[in-house]
């Protein structure tokens, strides 16, 4: 069998097995072992293409390296967005509220709600805290 056949097949292989688990170092294996069977298509002999190999996968690491440590160091988002990001805000009370139904006010936009603690009741008009999202209804606590 050819050099070049075994470098393709070393390269598929390290590529399949990448997609498995996502490390980027099969990856950056199977992208030399690509090299290497090139080095091998042009006539290299074997200790040649095992230096391509070897630069290949050298350079992959000095390339990929600073990319995926910039995406890791890069803080987590602060901003919550969607439903979650009514999680802690107030709202008004438009119809009185109880561990069972009423109306709130929160940015503008009306939603079902439920007090948080189901034996409260609280008054239309009354500015609450929104405790938890659960659906389309806003569990809230009276402000104090």
Same mark, same amino acid.
Not at 19 to 29: E, K
């Given at each position: 069998?050819?050099?070049?056949?075994?470098?393709?097949?070393?390269?598929?292989?390290?590529?399949?097995?990448?997609?498995?688990?996502?490390?980027?170092?099969?990856?950056? &294996?199977?992208?030399?072992?690509? &090299?290497?069977?090139?080095?091998?298509?042009?006539?290299?002999?074997?200790?040649?293409?095992?230096?391509? &190999?070897?630069?290949?996968?050298?350079?992959?690491?000095?390339?990929?390296?600073?990319?995926?440590? /910039?995406?890791?160091?890069?803080?987590?988002?602060?901003? /919550? &967005?969607?439903?979650?990001?009514?999680?802690?805000?107030?709202?008004?009370?438009?119809?009185?509220?109880?561990?069972? !139904?009423?109306?709130?006010?929160?940015?503008?936009?009306?939603?079902?709600? /439920?007090?948080? !603690?189901?034996?409260?009741?609280?008054?239309?008009?009354?500015?609450? !805290?929104?405790?938890?999202?659960?659906?389309?209804?806003?569990?809230?606590?009276? /402000?104090?």
């Amino acid at each position: 069998m050819d050099d070049w056949v075994i470098w393709l097949i070393v390269a598929v292989t390290l590529g399949v097995a990448e997609i498995f688990t996502l490390t980027t170092v099969l990856g950056l &294996f199977g992208g030399a072992a690509l &090299f290497a069977a090139l080095a091998a298509v042009i006539g290299l002999p074997v200790p040649l293409q095992m230096i391509v &190999f070897t630069g290949a996968l050298v350079a992959g690491l000095l390339v990929v390296r600073p990319v995926a440590k /910039r995406h890791l160091r890069q803080p987590p988002p602060d901003r /919550r &967005f969607g439903i979650q990001a009514l999680v802690g805000k107030s709202a008004y009370v438009l119809r009185e509220v109880t561990g069972r !139904d009423g109306r709130v006010r929160i940015g503008g936009e009306e939603w079902s709600a /439920r007090a948080y !603690d189901e034996t409260l009741v609280i008054p239309a008009g009354a500015v609450v !805290d929104v405790i938890e999202i659960e659906g389309a209804t806003a569990l809230v606590y009276p /402000r104090e």
